[in-house]
């Protein structure tokens, strides 16, 4: 099959194999060529577009320290020299162009002696119950922040009409509840959470790389995810009420769910206000 452009930067957004199976004995050995051919691309393809991506998470990064109150926000941070920090969830994190990169790169250009790193773990599809199994490799690293974005897969549906969501409401809530317990058991870590973004509902359901696997959502079972986070007490951003009152064709790809750099760099500007507010 031949992939035009827009459809190979859609693999490269929604998948990565490395992180799917990073949990495989023989994961380290999955080599560009091996990688590439998961997703029937060559790998001169595929490392062209990844190199051309990450190369455009740069440019947004320094696009947004170009504006003074961005960059105040950067240097305001609570991170001492030296932190860790963690971004855990999903495809919206796990990204070659994400806000968790974008993020990385502004904290590299702006506070580069201060060595901080910014490493994700995040794996497509999860759910919150995936989160649940992943957490203790997390927390093995020792963050000093351990930053959230989880859930939108949780209100996922499957099926020619919306139906019960992979995970259901209440059961979201217990597990958001022991993440949140787990990292203040098990780790010194600080922790952000950032509520799941609403979608385009139509364009998912109609979406061939979505439609065929029968993939729905709903926002109503999003914003119900979205309540359960801020509902833990600890700092959030309230990613969802942000991003409801924005234009969202302008902000997400073609397939309603997954998010264009422009609208990883927003994601980013919003993470980075509520947690400049978050305090130590």
């Not at 696009?63 to 941070?77: C, E, I, K, T």
């Not at 162009?97 to 990385?104: C, D, R, T, Y």
């Not at 902000?251 to 994601?267: N, P």
Request: proline fraction near 6%; charged fraction near 20%.
């Amino acid at each position: 099959m031949t992939w035009s452009i827009e459809q190979i930067r859609w693999l490269l957004k929604v998948i990565q194999p490395e992180r799917t199976v990073a949990s495989l004995p023989g994961a380290a050995a999955l080599t560009v060529s091996l990688r590439a051919a998961l997703l029937g691309l060559s790998p001169e393809l595929y490392e062209t577009q990844l190199a051309q991506m990450r190369a455009e998470a740069k440019a947004a990064a320094h696009a947004l320290l170009a504006d003074p109150a961005v960059a105040a926000m950067v240097d305001g941070l609570p991170l001492r020299p030296g932190a860790r920090i963690v971004a855990f969830g999903d495809s919206h994190t796990a990204d070659p162009q994400s806000w968790a990169v974008i993020l990385g790169e502004m904290l590299t250009a702006r506070r580069p002696d201060d060595r901080i790193t910014v490493d994700a773990s995040a794996v497509s599809g999860d759910t919150t119950t995936h989160g649940l199994i992943r957490i203790g490799g997390a927390l093995a690293t020792r963050p000093d922040w351990i930053v959230f974005l989880l859930g939108v897969n949780d209100a996922r549906t499957q099926g020619p009409t919306p139906g019960k969501t992979l995970v259901d409401a209440s059961e979201t809530a217990r597990n958001l509840a022991e993440l949140r317990q787990r990292v203040a058991r098990e780790s010194h870590a600080s922790q952000l959470w950032v509520t799941p973004p609403p979608v385009l509902e139509a364009r998912v359901s109609t979406h061939p790389g979505l439609a065929r696997f029968g993939v729905r959502f709903r926002n109503d079972d999003i914003a119900r995810v979205a309540e359960h986070i801020t509902a833990l007490g600890e700092p959030t951003v309230d990613l969802f009420a942000a991003l409801a009152r924005s234009p969202l064709d302008e902000l997400l790809t073609d397939d309603g769910l997954h998010f264009t750099c422009a609208g990883q760099q927003r994601i980013a500007r919003e993470v980075l206000r509520g947690w400049s507010h978050a305090g130590a």
